[in-house]
C-alpha cells in the first residue's frame, strides 16, 4: 500500500513522535511504501506548557518524512490537503490526541478523501481530552466526521467514540510496545551513567508531569511509615507541564526530602532504558486515563507496573500478574508498594511480564488498519 501518515514526527519530540515513526518502520517492513507529513509548527511557543518542542537527538534512518504542516493556517490546511489528494495514497492515518488539532486535521482529511482514492484512518489517543476544555465537544465531532474508520487503543476510547459516531468501521487494538529505545542495560551500568546508588531501590514515575497523573497521590504514598522503613527512593524522571511548585511544597510537608529524586527535564531518547534498567517497578497513579504508553515501555524493558483503575489501564496490566491495578489513592497505592517488596514478588512479575508482552508486536497495529480498509 501506499500510506501517508499525517502527524507529529522528528525533529519534535516525545511519545507521538515516537509512535508515529515506529509504525511507520513496521508499515515499511511490511513492503508498504510510507510517507510522513510532519508539523512546520505544531503548537504555537504560548500555547506549548514545555521547554522546547524540539528533539535533540539525530534524524531517524530510513524514514521519509517532510515537514508541511501549520495547525493553526487555515490556508495551510488548503494547501497540505490538496497536495495529499494529488499524490493519492491508498491510505491517510492520523493519530488524535487534542481536539485542539481537529480544525487542522479534519480540513486536510476532508480534502484528501475529495480525491475518491483515499482512505482516512484515524488511531485515538483520546477523544475526549483529559484535561477538559470550552468547545471540545465541538471540535472532535468535527474530526470524526471527517474519518473513514478508527482504532481505539483503549475500550474506554472505544465507548467514547460513540457520543460522536455510532456508524462508521472501528476497532480496538491495544497500543504496541514502545521497543524503540534500545537495548536493555544491566543495572549496575545504568545505576553509573546516572549517578545512583546500586544499593539502594528504586521506584520509577516516568514522563510528562500533568495534573491528571496523580504525581501528588504517589508523594504520598511515598510518606507512608512502612514505605520510609524500606531502602526505597522515588525517581521523578519528566519535565513538568504545568505547575512544579505544588509538587515541591508537597514534598516538603511530607518530609520527603531525600526519598525523591527529581530528574525534571525531557528524558532523551538515548536515556530512557537507563531508567528503566535501575527502577524496580513503574508506578502510574493516575487520576483519569486511556491508555498510556509509558505501561508499553515498561514492557519493552520487562518491568512489573503499578496503575490505578481508571480509563484503560486495567486493561493491559493484569492484576496480581504483572503489577497491581489499585484504586487512586495514597493508602492504595502504599499498600501494593508494601505488598510488592515485602512479598518479593520482583521475579513473579518480570516472568510475567515477558510471556504479557507478546501481545503486543507493531504488526497487531498495521493489520487492524488494514482489516478496517
Not at 551513567?193 to 500533568?210: A, C, K, M, T
Not at 508506578?283 to 481508571?310: C, D, R, W
Not at 504483572?322 to 499498600?335: L, Q, R
Request: glycine residues 6%.
Amino acid at each position: 500500500m501506499k500510506i501517508t501518515i499525517l502527524g507529529t514526527a522528528y525533529p519534535y519530540r516525545g511519545g507521538l513522535t515516537a509512535f508515529n515513526e515506529r509504525l511507520a518502520k513496521e508499515f515499511m517492513a511490511e513492503g508498504d511504501q510510507v510517507k510522513i507529513e510532519t508539523f512546520t509548527l505544531q503548537y504555537p511557543n504560548f500555547l506549548f506548557p514545555g521547554k522546547t518542542q524540539y528533539s535533540t537527538e539525530s534524524a531517524p534512518d530510513g524514514l521519509y518524512i517532510e515537514r508541511s504542516v501549520n495547525s493553526v493556517n487555515p490556508f495551510n490546511w488548503w494547501s497540505v490537503g490538496r497536495k495529499i489528494a494529488k499524490d493519492a495514497p491508498d491510505l491517510l492515518i492520523i493519530k488524535f490526541w487534542l481536539p485542539f488539532m481537529a480544525p487542522c486535521f479534519g480540513t486536510i482529511a476532508r480534502l484528501v478523501s475529495r480525491n475518491g482514492k483515499t482512505k482516512v484512518v484515524s488511531i485515538l489517543d483520546n477523544i475526549i481530552p483529559h484535561e477538559k476544555r470550552l468547545a471540545d465537544r465541538l471540535l472532535s465531532n468535527y474530526f470524526a466526521s471527517s474519518v473513514d474508520a478508527f482504532v481505539a487503543m483503549s475500550k474506554s476510547v472505544l465507548n467514547d467514540l460513540s457520543l460522536f459516531d455510532k456508524q462508521k468501521p472501528r476497532a480496538f487494538c491495544a497500543h504496541p510496545l514502545y521497543d524503540n529505545f534500545g537495548a536493555q542495560k544491566s543495572r549496575e551500568e545504568a545505576c553509573a551513567e546516572l549517578n545512583l546508588d546500586p544499593s539502594v531501590s528504586y521506584l520509577l514515575f516516568f514522563g510528562f508531569i500533568r495534573d491528571y497523573k496523580g504525581l501528588d497521590i504517589l508523594l504520598e504514598a511515598m510518606s507512608d511509615a512502612r514505605i520510609r522503613q524500606k531502602n526505597v527512593k522515588l525517581i521523578v524522571a519528566g519535565e513538568f507541564y504545568g505547575n512544579s511548585d505544588k509538587y515541591f511544597e508537597l514534598e516538603r510537608q511530607l518530609n520527603l526530602k531525600g526519598a525523591v529524586l527529581w530528574h525534571n527535564d525531557f528524558i532523551a531518547d538515548s536515556q530512557v532504558s537507563s531508567y528503566f534498567a535501575v527502577s524496580d517497578m513503574v508506578v502510574q497513579p493516575y487520576k483519569s486515563a486511556t491508555q498510556s504508553g509509558v505501561t508499553q515501555i515498561a514492557y519493552h524493558f520487562e518491568k512489573p507496573m503499578l496503575v490505578t483503575n481508571v480509563g484503560g489501564l486495567a486493561e493491559i496490566v493484569p492484576n496480581g500478574k504483572v503489577g497491581y491495578v489499585v484504586e487512586p489513592n495514597a493508602t492504595a497505592v502504599a499498600d501494593a508498594l508494601c505488598d510488592f517488596y515485602e512479598g518479593d514478588r520482583t521475579q513473579l512479575f518480570t516472568e510475567n511480564v515477558k510471556e504479557e508482552k507478546k501481545k503486543y508486536a507493531w504488526s497487531r497495529m498495521t493489520g487492524t488498519i488494514k482489516s478496517l480498509v
